[in-house]
Structure formats: C-alpha cells, structure tokens
C-alpha cells in the first residue's frame, strides 16, 4: 500500500483529472488518499466535498484556510498517513491505479529508497526522465523530448534527484531525515533567522519549507547524504503537465530564487556539495 498526498491549489481541473485517472481502475488495496487543499479559490473545494469525499476512498482530506505552500502540506500529510511508502504528489500529474501498484512493486525490488517515475505531458513530451550528474552540476535528462510512444529512458539510474512533483518516498527513511538532529537544529537556525515561518512541528518534515521549488531537491541531497539512495525508473510512466500548478514570471521567479537561497544555504550548513 501507498498513501497517495495530493497537494492542491487553484487546480480543480488538473485534480480532478488525476482522481478520474485513479478512479478509471481504482483497487482500495493499492493505495490511500490523502489531499492537502492551500486554500483554493476556483472551486477545488467544492469539488472535493461534491465528488471525492463521497467516493469513500480510505485517507484524509485537509481543507485550509490559508496557502501554507507545498512543503508544508507535504510535510503535514505525511505526518498523519500511516503506510510504509508516501507519494508526494502535485494535482498536475496523472496515473493509474495499477501505475501505483506497480512503483509499490519497483521500489521493493530496487530496494529504493527514493523513487521517481518518467512523466511525460499531454503530448507526449518528457518532463522528466531523471537527474543525474553530480550536485555541484546536476543534468536534466530528456527534457522535452518526443516520445509518443513512452518508449524512451525506460532504464534505471541512481539518481541525483529525481521530480518532486511525483516523489516516492519509504516511510523509515522520511522519519529518519525528518527526525534528523543535525536537521532540526537548522530548521531552528532558519526561523531564528526569519528566512522561513515558524511551522507547528509537524510539519517540520523532510520536505525544506521553501517558498517554491527545491523541497525535494533538499531532500533528495540530504538523503544521499545521509547513506539512502535516490532511484530513477523509467519502467513506470506517468502524466505531468508542466508547471500548470502555478503562473510562470513575476512572484514565481522571485520566491524560486528565495527558495534557492534557503537550499543554499541549507546545504552549506550541513557540509552538502550543492550547484
């Protein structure tokens, strides 16, 4: 079993999407649902009380009265799930139940740590297959390639990230980055130091609670820091559309650079090697 944490904002129709995709072959012992709504204003909320609170789907359904971010509600609905693999999950991506089952599947048998699918979009273009390289010079593989027919990256790589807007995570290894010691004194730094809010403790998991973007970076760094590893598998295939869960320019661009700031300097305390 994994429980499925779908983060939402302002992505009623992308939601809505991914829960019909589930829905199409739907098993209650594949998964567990879990939404995490920031607070939306285009009827997402209204959406979840009318349709997915009804289908009966084992999980928990938050619904907030303000946008905590991603991390936060990431990190919150991992707190209150209970399986031994989480899926952090944005509303913008798509899969089946049995696509579910099947990274269940591949992470026991690549003894994975971490795992991250191939998303490819609408159109069949890859949005992600994989970052390799190193830290200090990390590779995107694929991007925006043609691939109609998904028959392309379907390999295995060790990772060094892999796309937080379809992270697999096993349940030991998010308790044990999340209860970190060395983790939460910098957490602590970074609250005494204003550089991000004061989140209630749980929330204060592995995903860094940055304003956009680098969550899962962060967490991919600091697991392979901590000895775990990071696997990307391209034998599992899903739907992405890219960056459809928020606007491109402006307050985007400027909380991406905060967040890269805070990555920074959330690697330099800990001694990681970062770009």
């Known amino acids: ?8 904002y302002n992505t009623k129709e992308k939601l809505q999407r991914l829960i019909d995709t589930l829905a199409s072959d739907y098993s209650s012992d594949i998964f567990n649902l879990y939404i995490f709504d920031n607070n939306s204003l285009d009827g997402t909320k209204e959406y979840i009380d009318d349709y997915i609170i009804p289908l009966g789907w084992q999980g928990k359904v938050i619904k907030s009265d303000f946008n905590y971010g991603y991390a936060y509600a990431c990190n919150y609905l991992a707190s209150i799930s209970n399986e031994n693999i989480i899926g952090l999950l944005n509303a913008d991506v798509w899969m089946r139940s049995v696509d579910v089952g099947s990274i269940e599947k591949r992470m026991s048998e690549l003894s994975a740590d971490i795992l991250g699918p191939k998303q490819r979009d609408e159109n069949g273009k890859i949005t992600h297959a994989g970052i390799f390289g190193s830290n200090t010079e990390p590779k995107h593989r694929g991007w925006q390639v043609a691939d ?6 379907r390999d295995v790589l060790e990772a060094v990230t892999v796309s937080g807007s379809a992270y697999f995570v096993n349940r030991s290894t998010w308790n044990s980055l999340s209860s ?9 730094l970074l609250i005494n130091n204003n550089k991000i809010p004061d989140w209630p403790k749980n929330c204060r998991g592995a995903f860094l609670p940055t304003p956009h973007y680098y969550e899962e970076t962060w967490c991919s760094y600091f697991a392979r820091h901590r000895g775990h590893n990071v696997i990307y598998d391209g034998h599992v295939s899903i739907g992405h559309s890219w960056h459809s869960s928020s606007e491109i320019g402006g307050e985007p661009d400027s909380k991406f650079r905060i967040s890269q700031s805070i990555f920074r300097e959330a690697c330099d305390f800990m001694g990681i090697d970062h770009d």
Request: with cysteine; proline share 4%.
């Open 1 to 8: 079993m994994i429980d499925l944490c779908i983060v939402s």
């Open 148 to 153: 109609p027919d998904d028959r392309l990256f």
């Open 180 to 188: 970190d010691s060395e983790y939460s004194s910098l957490i602590d």
